[in-house]
């Protein structure tokens, strides 16, 4: 397992060794105790989700302020721009990003530890994404920063997109809080 620790340190891209022969392919998805020597965290994760998006959608940015989630992140189809946003009000990064191209031809996966706000753009006709997390969704508790955020000024390579105009995003995310929001609370 090779990883890269991204702009934000706690936030890691892991690449995996992958074998493969014109048969197809085989890779060790995850292991317990290579997580643990490559992040140092020792997390259990409780749920897995699986989501699929056509070319375009932007899921997020999305927290919990109780029962916050690390999340393991990986595409299995297509191709995605996955973020990640410091909200550790604590921390030196706070109000930073972190980013990463993630596809179902490089397996990557990327750890988005608790206390962060995770998002993702889909740049493939569709996408579909896996994620481990740490803790249950917990609806009363799930908040949004909007992606377009101007004070957190992601990057969302809008140059690369293969269509025009604005992502397409949910009610929720599109009334989601300005960041200065949580600065403040």
């Known amino acids: 397992m090779h990883y890269e620790r991204l702009s934000i340190p706690d936030v890691i891209l892991m690449t995996p060794k992958v074998f493969g022969d014109e048969r197809g392919f085989f890779m060790e998805s995850f292991n317990q105790r290579v997580f643990e020597e490559v992040t140092d965290v020792h997390a259990t994760f409780v749920q897995d989700n699986h989501?699929?998006?056509?070319?375009?959608?932007?899921?997020?940015?999305?927290?919990?302020?109780e029962q916050p989630q690390g999340k393991l992140v990986r595409v299995i189809v297509g191709e995605i721009l996955?973020?990640?946003?410091?909200?550790?009000?604590?921390?030196?990064?706070?109000?930073?990003?972190?980013?990463?191209?993630?596809?179902?031809?490089?397996?990557?996966?990327?750890?988005?530890p608790e206390g962060f706000a995770h998002g993702f753009l889909v740049l493939s006709e569709v996408a579909e994404v896996l994620y481990k997390t740490t803790d249950y969704y917990a609806p009363q508790h799930e908040r949004s920063i909007r992606w377009d955020d101007p004070t957190l000024a992601i990057d969302?390579?809008?140059?690369?997109?293969?269509?025009?105009?604005?992502p397409q995003v949910s009610d929720k995310d599109a009334s989601a809080n300005n960041f200065h929001t949580l600065a403040e609370d």
């Open 156 to 166: 969302w390579q809008r140059g690369s997109w293969p269509w025009e105009g604005e």
């Open 51 to 65: 989501s699929r998006s056509r070319q375009g959608v932007l899921r997020g940015l999305h927290y919990q302020v």
């Open 82 to 112: 996955d973020v990640a946003v410091d909200i550790r009000k604590n921390s030196a990064t706070f109000g930073q990003w972190a980013s990463a191209r993630l596809s179902a031809y490089h397996h990557q996966q990327l750890w988005v």
